[in-house]
């Protein structure tokens, strides 16, 4: 059965700590993405990588960087956590290049992290 | 404005019942629009995804409709479960975009 694997289902973390949010595909898709989602706001996307060492900035990066080094990974790293950033995050790939197709759209099981 | 806006906003049915759950939007130009159930806590899992010249599209008792030239699709849950207790997204992907745009999703409950 192919997967999206988020490392940890939850994480609580310290205000000011730097923070790793994993995902790994095993789709050998090529498109990876990171989402948030805040009840009343829905899915807000963070960051996308389209290929190996890529990444663009979706509709709400400020705060977040990522981490493209294979295929099959994509990290989602907040440098300084916030309350703010308390939220479930959700990691999803899909197949295709440039621009996207988002063909097998698939998403992971998400990661609840609470900054205190 | 590529908007995608679903309703109603939460709803509460019986068990046994039917539903339906409406999503409008207005992206353009169209490439095809997905219809995800996400349980509470969990990531969102695809029910049915319709391209521009399908206009139903079933998996079991989920049934997809999408009327292009009016920009509505509608999602019919037949003899509801208490496992179909989640929320409903509806997700468009425009030709040209980066990106998938989602609505806020509608809550269902199904009570025994």
């Known amino acids: 059965d192919v997967k999206v694997t988020q490392s940890s289902r939850y994480l609580v973390k310290r205000t000011g700590e730097k923070v790793f949010l994993e995902c790994v595909q095993d789709?050998?898709?090529?498109?990876m993405f990171w989402y948030r989602q805040d009840p009343g706001l829905g899915l807000r996307l963070i960051y996308f990588s389209y290929d190996v060492k890529m990444k663009e900035k979706g509709d709400i990066p400020e705060g977040y960087s990522v981490s493209r080094e294979k295929k099959e990974r994509f990290s989602l790293i907040l440098e300084s956590a916030s309350t703010n950033q308390t939220s479930m995050y959700l990691c999803?790939?899909?197949?295709?290049?440039?621009?996207?197709?988002?063909?097998?759209?698939?998403f992971g099981s998400g990661t609840r992290l609470t900054v205190v | 404005k590529n908007q995608v806006e679903q309703s109603p906003q939460s709803l509460i049915i019986l068990e046994g019942k039917n539903c339906t759950l409406q999503c409008n939007y207005t992206v353009s130009p169209f490439s095809n629009l997905r219809w995800y159930k996400q349980d509470t806590g969990r990531g969102p899992v695809s029910l049915t995804i319709?391209?521009?010249?399908?206009n139903t599209k079933s998996n079991g008792r989920y049934t997809a409709t999408l009327d292009a030239d009016t920009k509505q699709s509608s999602l019919h849950i037949t003899a509801s479960q208490l496992s179909d207790s989640a929320s409903y997204i509806c997700?468009?992907?425009?030709?040209?975009?980066?990106?998938?745009?989602f609505g806020k999703g509608t809550t269902l409950s199904v009570s025994s």
């Open positions: 319709m391209t521009f010249s399908e």
């Open positions: 789709m050998d898709h090529e498109n």
């Open positions: 999803a790939s899909s197949l295709g290049g440039r621009p996207l197709h988002n063909y097998g759209y698939t």
């Open positions: 997700v468009v992907s425009a030709q040209a975009g980066t990106a998938l745009i």
